[in-house]
């Protein structure tokens, strides 16, 4: 949707982004009134904790016990894992027991152990911020590390699920040693030590079953010692309920977040310009595993400091005035455009992929 209302008419963006932040900061503002209980922020963020972590915990006992099939634990424990991303997300912007230092802290702990195959979110909280200060551009890492801005191919669809194989890309594109080595350190120091657990574990999983595939083929079995098995049935344990929900919740979240901001074109500070709402009904299954955030991350970039459950219960008001005032809606165009906010050349260097 690229055409404006004749109530958009004459507003510059600034003065539009201003409109949709206070039509949306209104509706918030009413439905607190309406549900007082909307104003314990604090507590509603420990209880979805809670409630995640639970879930967790719960599905992959009643997985060991053989009373859910592994299919269905990896698959719950990713949307259960995806609330605790958009929990994070919050705390890093200080929602929850902002004057309480132990108690935020902890939760920032607690939603990294349900993510491992993410960044300390400590680390996350400045490149986060800084996300919302230059986001379209190339000082944009957050977005960058997730293949915002890259054309699609091999590459980008290598590196939009798994965050080691985007460094290791990165690192090999690198033209000199010293940015090489510069992207290693980098890369160690932000996914130590629970990300490289993680994606350790997925590579050993996939490259044991792998072997043992290729040698059926080849009619014949590979006769691994008694630990490697011990070892590898703790790894397979770990891939269904902790480490396959994750690697799945990550590919749907940056498959989304990364195609619904723009990229390279975007004048810097203007919002109208950063991201389009991206909810048609073939990416629900990704959606499921990410909260819905192809449809509501948007919002949060115009009204930064509401929480994401409140955001779920403003989007129908804050699609209305946001279409009004023009910003676009599944706009599929930026799937061939590598994210720029508008048609560039196949020459053009912007097309390139981005730097480091």
């Not at 634990?73 to 997300?89: G, I, V």
């Amino acid at each position: 949707m690229h055409d404006t209302s004749a109530s958009a008419a004459g507003l510059n963006a600034q003065q539009r982004s201003a409109h949709i932040r206070a039509v949306v900061s209104a509706h918030g503002a009413v439905l607190r009134e309406r549900y007082p209980v909307l104003r314990h922020q604090d507590a509603i963020g420990a209880g979805i904790l809670c409630f995640a972590l639970i879930g967790m915990i719960g599905s992959a006992a009643l997985y060991l016990g053989g009373y859910l099939a592994w299919w269905a634990c990896l698959l719950l424990n990713a949307f259960l894992a995806s609330l605790t991303h958009e929990l994070e997300h919050d705390l890093i912007h200080s929602m929850y027991f902002r004057k309480q230092r132990v108690s935020h802290n902890l939760m920032l702990a607690l939603v990294w152990l349900a993510r491992p195959s993410t960044i300390n979110p400590w680390i996350r909280r400045h490149l986060h911020l800084n996300h919302h200060k230059v986001s379209g551009t190339e000082a944009d890492m957050e977005e960058r590390a997730i293949t915002n801005g890259e054309p699609w191919g091999l590459a980008r669809l290598l590196m939009v699920g798994d965050n080691v194989m985007s460094s290791l890309i990165r690192m090999l594109r690198a033209k000199t040693w010293t940015h090489k080595f510069s992207i290693l350190k980098r890369t160690l120091r932000v996914y130590a030590p629970l990300a490289l657990l993680n994606w350790g574990a997925w590579y050993v999983f996939l490259g044991f079953h792998a072997a043992n595939g290729i040698a059926g083929l080849m009619g014949s079995s590979i006769d691994w010692s008694a630990n490697t098995l011990a070892v590898m049935h703790v790894i397979d344990v770990a891939v269904v309920v902790l480490v396959g929900p994750n690697v799945l919740r990550t590919f749907c979240l940056h498959f989304v977040s990364s195609n619904m901001h723009y990229y390279g074109d975007v004048e810097m500070g203007n919002v109208m310009q950063q991201t389009q709402v991206l909810n048609p009904w073939w990416m629900w299954p990704m959606q499921a595993f990410c909260f819905n955030f192809g449809s509501t991350h948007g919002i949060h970039h115009f009204v930064v400091k509401e929480p994401f459950y409140i955001r779920q219960m403003t989007a129908p008001v804050a699609h209305k005035v946001m279409a009004e005032m023009g910003v676009r809606f599944n706009d599929f165009g930026t799937f061939g455009r590598a994210n720029r906010f508008e048609r560039v050349a196949e020459n053009d260097p912007v097309l390139k992929p981005a730097r480091g």
